[in-house]
Each structure stands twice: as structure tokens, then as C-alpha cells.
């Protein structure tokens, strides 16, 4: 990192830890400053006396050891510190309630730009809803989507590991530090993902696991979906939270059935009384969100382009037209479309290849292959592999 990023880093990281900001009162602050990190530390330490005695103390005098600690996690290998300001930051998140300021990402940060579907549920789900879960994350992930959800034990563990196991894109969204896993069970896990997919977080590293982390990490795993699938969840579940706010943020919400006498499907039967869709197979889902899939994947393109500027993709859409944001499509991406059919050929390549082939960026590649992906005109291989079909034209 040069000397300036690192000063940027640090104001970030300053701004980040002010004892009773808050990510909703720095984003604010943030949004009032046209995004400039220096305004807004400036400002702070101006008018720090509204929040608190804590806020001045470190306002005044930052503990320099912590921000030391902070910068060397994010100069080890895959660390990044993800803000709002730049353009990969997820345009999924820009219009949800208290949109996060930073994302701290361990993996590949390009995954939080795919279309995913969230499978969410019961820690304690049963030997058929584990099952559930594996066969759903297998069949949307072979489908081109990635899987995103909480690393927590039960329905989420069990779709992060069958995302994984057909070498698919998976996202884990925590509720701790990036640098600490949360059930302690699933460090492996973790460890896989962060090797083949990301782990993200918006609390700084050192962050334990709190009760309260859990319903502001689940705004996130809904935000970021095109739509969420409840797979066993009580009455009193934390998926509950995490579906009814992908509801309120206009994401698709799915839930699977289950036996009257079970528990554990008490939660999706209500959730399906309220207007969920009842799901039995991935086709289900797969057909609902294809189209949402396409619009998001023309949009990254046009963004990772530097088509869509910052401050446009912020403006919130019209009424009516939720979905409208992720419309940004021309014969450009057709053009590069050919190419990449041209360059596949008629044997397997992997993504890395491909890059080589055709010159462009893994992000645009990457929302390339997911077009013609769902387009039925190739198919993702275990092993980050892409196979041409044959009547691709």
C-alpha cells in the first residue's frame, strides 16, 4: 500500500472505531460529505462532544496499537477493507435500511457482485432439513448462483459446504470480527470459504460474537440476495428476521414446507401464510429470480466498465421500478459475449484461462460468464471450469 492509502485507511479506520457512531452514523455522514473519509474524520473530531466523553478520548488521541493492528490485517494477502465509496462496493446494498459504510472481506471480494440466493434456517435443523439444504445450495449453485448466508451452525453450514463441494462461489456474512469464527465448530469451514469464496463482515477485526451483531449481519445476507429460501426455522428463528427484512427490502422470499408436527417448519408455514413462496425444488427458484439475475449481471458490467458512476448508482429508483437499477445492458455486452463463446471453444477452460484469452478483468468476466450462463448457452464444471454447449450459438 502507498503512503496515502494508508493515511486513507487510516482515517477510515479511525472514523470506524469512534465509540458510539455506529456504520448507520458514519454512513450518514459519509452520504452528507459527497463520500470524502477526511471531511468527515475532520467534522468529528470538530463536534465530538454529542457523542460522548468516550467519542472525544478517542476522537483526541486514537489508540495508535489498534490502528497499527488494523493495518496489518488488511495488508496480509486477501484482506481488503470494502467501502461505499468505490466502485465495487455491492449495489445491491446501496437502498437497504442503514446501508453499511465498509465490508471487511477475507477471499474474493469480487463474489459480493454476483446474483446470489440466501439459504438460511435452523441451527438445530434435522437430518432431512441438512439434506434440504445440501441439495437446494448444490442445484442454485450449479444453476450459476452463489450462495450466501451466515456461517452459523445447521442450515447454514450445510449450504456453505455443498456450494463448496461442486467447486460453486459461496459468501458467509458474520456477525464477529473477519478475524474470528463464530461457531468455533466452524473454523474450517471458514477456512475453506475464505480459500474459495469470502468471508464478509462490517464489525473491524477483534469484534466478538453479540446477540445484537446477529439482526444487523442478517440485513446484510438479505440485502445482498436476490432472494432468500428458509429451509426449517421455529417460530421464534433468527431466519425469521432475516427473511421478513429481504420482504421489506422487495428481495423474494422462499420457504420450504414441512410436517404440521415438526417444530422446525412452524416458521416457514407462517412465513408462507404471510406470502412467501412455497418451494419444492430449485427449478422453482431458479425460474424466479433468472430474469433478476440477467438485469444484475448487465448492470455490473456497465459498472465495472466505469459506465455507472458512483453517485448514480446511489439515486434510488423510481416508484414502481425496484428492480430497474439492475437494467443497464447494450450490444456491448452481447460483443463481448461472442468473444467469450469464441474463446471457450469446444473444450472446458477455467476462468483463469479465460482470462488470458480474452484480456478482460475477472470481475467482468466473471458477469459475463453468469449472463451466458443463465442464457443456457454454457455450463459452470466443478473446478471453476466453463464447458460451451453445443447449440450455443
Not at 448444490?138 to 456453505?160: K, P, V
Amino acid at each position: 500500500m502507498h503512503m496515502d492509502d494508508i493515511d486513507e485507511l487510516r482515517a477510515w479506520l479511525i472514523a470506524l472505531r469512534t465509540p458510539g457512531l455506529g456504520p448507520g452514523g458514519l454512513r450518514e455522514r459519509l452520504d452528507a460529505a459527497n463520500g470524502d473519509i477526511a471531511r468527515v474524520l475532520g467534522r468529528l473530531q470538530r463536534h465530538a462532544a454529542p457523542l460522548g466523553e468516550p467519542a472525544q478520548a478517542w476522537l483526541a488521541r486514537p489508540d495508535e496499537a489498534q490502528l497499527d493492528a488494523d493495518l496489518a490485517w488488511l495488508a496480509e494477502p486477501n484482506h481488503r477493507l470494502l467501502r461505499c465509496t468505490e466502485a465495487d462496493f455491492p449495489p445491491q446494498l446501496e437502498h437497504i435500511p442503514q446501508p453499511p459504510a465498509v465490508l471487511f472481506a477475507v477471499g474474493d471480494p469480487s463474489l459480493l457482485l454476483y446474483p446470489q440466493v440466501a439459504i438460511v434456517g435452523a441451527r438445530g435443523a434435522s437430518a432431512s432439513g441438512l439434506a434440504h439444504a445440501r441439495a437446494f445450495a448444490r442445484a442454485l449453485a450449479q444453476a450459476g448462483f452463489a450462495i450466501t448466508s451466515g456461517l452459523a451452525d445447521g442450515i447454514d453450514g450445510a449450504a456453505h459446504a455443498a456450494a463448496l463441494d461442486v467447486g460453486a462461489a459461496t459468501l458467509a456474512v458474520i456477525g464477529t470480527g473477519p478475524d474470528r469464527v463464530y461457531p468455533r465448530k466452524h473454523h474450517a469451514l471458514a477456512q475453506r470459504i475464505a480459500a474459495h469464496g469470502v468471508l464478509v463482515s462490517e464489525f473491524p477485526p477483534g469484534t466478538a460474537a453479540r446477540a445484537d451483531h446477529f439482526p444487523r449481519r442478517n440485513r446484510i445476507i438479505a440485502g445482498l440476495a436476490l432472494g432468500t429460501l428458509v429451509i426449517e426455522a421455529g417460530l421464534r428463528s433468527g431466519s425469521l428476521i432475516t427473511a421478513r427484512l429481504a420482504g421489506e427490502q422487495g428481495r423474494e422470499v422462499f420457504a420450504l414446507p414441512g410436517s404440521i408436527h415438526n417444530p422446525l417448519a412452524h416458521g416457514c408455514h407462517r412465513l408462507i401464510r404471510d406470502g412467501a413462496r412455497l418451494v419444492e425444488s430449485a427449478a422453482e427458484i431458479i425460474e424466479t429470480l433468472a430474469p433478476a439475475a440477467r438485469m444484475l449481471g448487465g448492470e455490473l458490467a456497465a459498472r465495472l466498465r466505469g459506465e455507472v458512476g458512483i453517485e448514480a448508482t446511489r439515486q434510488p429508483p423510481a416508484d414502481g421500478a425496484a428492480d430497474s437499477s439492475f437494467a443497464h445492458s447494450d450490444g456491448r455486452e452481447d460483443s463481448r459475449q461472442d468473444r467469450v463463446l469464441s474463446e471457450l471453444g469446444h473444450e472446458p477452460a477455467t476462468l483463469d484461462e479465460l482470462v488470458r484469452r480474452t484480456g478482460q478483468s475477472t470481475a467482468v468476466l466473471s458477469s459475463t460468464l453468469l449472463m451466458l450462463e443463465l442464457d443456457a448457452r454454457i455450463e459452470s464444471l466443478p473446478g471453476n471450469r466453463y464447458q460451451r454447449l453445443p447449440d450455443a450459438r
